[in-house]
């Protein structure tokens, strides 16, 4: 069941105790694309409220960016709430996205209104030197671009430096709490005696089949792969329900009814609810895989 409602009132509903395990897709308080609703990380009351409402012994699997600043503010509200946080994180790696920087000479060559000489073209991308990748399979974009001389004195004295160059992220972290202080066998362990490796998960961004595009356009910025939340649920699910308090466009509940395992979650924003639920009904029926692990 999903409501279209804050998390802080829709946990407040629930029992002591009466949830199975959590995963959740936070705001990540980065106002990513200058969206409101990411106005901060969610409070030390919401992640209590989640501790209030989760079983003894079982997990929260809490996505985050995997900016310091973030990541640091999310981990310590999360521990103060009650959580353990003895384990290392899992990592998402969706291998997409490239870092970029700014050509100083060319930036100033542009503001003393000269004109470079373009003496050739090359793929833009990887070794362009417009352009430098981490951890990416990117090998190069396929577009020309102007190979060109620079032409103001400054220009030349400063080809070759580049500005605004940070490492773009291709993943982000699933933080893994606790509640409880000994950790029961889960499927988790089970999984890793059987030396799956899973502290890097590999699986590409939401496609736009996933993302129903052609029917309602680009609702959700943030939507995680139907794929992503299966995992996690594979991994640690042991009964009883799964609860995401931020459900966005639905994705935990999609990964929920693939295995017909019960869910509750949240949603505030009116359009992202609607989307949600429209979401649910189309993929509901395709789904469902009864309830195989
Ligand atoms: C990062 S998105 C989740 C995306 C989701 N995992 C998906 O695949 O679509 C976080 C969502 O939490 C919602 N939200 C933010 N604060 C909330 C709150 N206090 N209660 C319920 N929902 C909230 C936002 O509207 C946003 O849709």
Not at 42 to 58: C, F, I, T
Not at 66 to 85: P, S
Not at 140 to 147: A, E, K, P, Q
Not at 149 to 174: H, M, N, W
Request: overall charge neutral.
């Amino acid at each position: 069941m999903i409501y279209h409602d804050d998390c802080m009132n829709g946990m407040q509903k629930q029992g002591d105790s009466s949830i199975g395990l959590i995963v959740t897709d936070p705001t990540y308080g980065i106002s990513f694309n200058l969206n409101e609703w990411d106005v901060d990380v969610p409070s030390l009351d919401v992640w209590r409220e989640a501790y209030r409402v989760l079983k003894m012994g079982r997990y929260a699997l809490i996505m985050s960016s995997a900016r310091q600043d973030v990541l640091a503010l999310m981990c310590k509200r999360i521990e103060d709430a009650g959580f353990t946080l003895s384990t290392s994180p899992m990592l998402w790696v969706y291998k997409s996205g490239f870092t970029k920087s700014t050509n100083i000479s060319k930036v100033i060559d542009q503001r003393n209104g000269c004109s470079r000489v373009v003496i050739g073209k090359k793929k833009s991308g990887i070794g362009s030197g417009n352009t430098y990748a981490f951890g990416s399979d990117n090998k190069g974009g396929s577009d020309l671009v102007d190979i060109s001389l620079p032409c103001s004195e400054d220009g030349i004295r400063l080809d070759g430096c580049y500005a605004g160059f940070q490492p773009k992220s291709t993943l982000e972290v699933i933080i893994v709490a606790f509640k409880g202080d000994i950790e029961p066998p889960t499927q988790y362990q089970e999984k890793q005696s059987q030396n799956i490796s899973n502290t890097f998960v590999f699986i590409p961004k939401p496609s736009t089949s996933e993302k129903l595009t052609s029917e309602y356009g680009e609702k959700h910025p943030t939507m995680k792969p139907i794929d992503l939340m299966s995992y996690l649920i594979n991994m640690y699910y042991v009964d009883g329900v799964v609860m995401d308090p931020f459900m966005g466009s639905g994705t935990t509940a999609l990964a929920c009814i693939k295995r017909d395992i019960k869910y509750i979650g949240f949603e505030r924003e009116k359009t992202y609810y609607e989307y949600c639920m429209k979401r649910i009904e189309h993929f509901s029926k395709t789904l469902y895989r009864g309830n195989q692990q």
